[in-house]
T-cell receptor
Framework: EPEVTQTPSHQVTQMGQEVILRCVPI?????FYWYRQILGQKVEFLVSFYNNEISEKSEIFDDQFSVERPDGSNFTLKIRSTKLEDSAMYFC???????????FGDGTRLSIL | DQQVKQNSPSLSVQEGRISILNCDYTNSMFDYFLWYKKYPAEGPTFLISISSIKDKNEDGRFTVFLNKSAKHLSLHIVPSQPGDSAVYFC????????????FGQGTELSVKP
């Protein structure tokens, strides 16, 4: 069964540094999402992306965050200047039509020191 | 803003018995509800969903019930197996709008042999 692939599985970064989290969506999927889960809390929506532009973003997704699909296959989340509170699991999800279930990758654990 | 709530953080059942996981929501405009299962160090895995035009959907051992008037859904697992031990999240969104999933806090199910 096709999978959403995320790299790296674990990223450790100094506060203030930039990080890029990568996702390879399922090949015929057109809608892409980033979510995060801070330890012990619920999974929270960050941003959705369709047709090469942001469809919706949450209040968490401030100017420090950006997303792009640089080469037609990868879907990336960039955090420009990381803060301690950015430490979380980041999940990429994709869906083919915008309806129906979203399929999640196994996540990137981001640890900010 | 807790639009989707799972009030039981944990549930323990005996192998072979029924597991019932509950979820409440506040936004009556949601028209699509999903259950995801999550193992440690993995992403959420889609389990079963239900449209708001139905009140029941069944897939093997898993059945989801929707009570729109009470804004309540439940997941029944019969019979429960030790491999079902995981965190279960309910989620809701607006079908066909490519929109975000709004998750509950999760319920950790432990199925004891």
């Amino acid at each position: 069964e096709p999978e959403v692939t995320q790299t790296p599985s674990h990223q450790v970064t100094q506060m203030g540094q930039e990080v890029i989290l990568r996702c390879v969506p399922i090949s015929n999927h057109l809608y892409f999402y980033w979510y995060r889960q801070i330890l012990g809390q619920k999974v929270e929506f960050l941003v959705s992306f369709y047709n090469n532009e942001i469809s919706e973003k949450s209040e968490i997704f401030d100017d420090q965050f950006s997303v792009e699909r640089p080469d037609g296959s990868n879907f990336t989340l960039k955090i420009r200047s990381t803060k301690l509170e950015d430490s979380a699991m980041y999940f990429c999800a994709t869906t083919r039509t915008g309806g129906g279930p979203q399929h999640f990758g196994d996540g990137t654990r981001l640890s900010i020191l | 803003d807790q639009q989707v709530k799972q009030n039981s953080p944990s549930l323990s059942v005996q192998e072979g018995r029924i597991s019932i996981l509950n979820c409440d929501y506040t936004n009556s405009m949601f028209d699509y509800f999903l259950w995801y299962k999550k193992y440690p160090a993995e992403g959420p895995t889609f389990l079963i969903s239900i449209s708001s035009i139905k009140d029941k959907n069944e897939d093997g051992r898993f059945t989801v019930f929707l009570n729109k008037s009470a804004k309540h859904l439940s997941l029944h697992i019969v019979p429960s197996q030790p491999g079902d031990s995981a965190v279960y999240f309910c989620a809701a969104n607006f079908y066909n709008q490519g929109g975000k999933l709004i998750f509950g806090q999760g319920t950790e199910l432990s199925v004891k042999p």
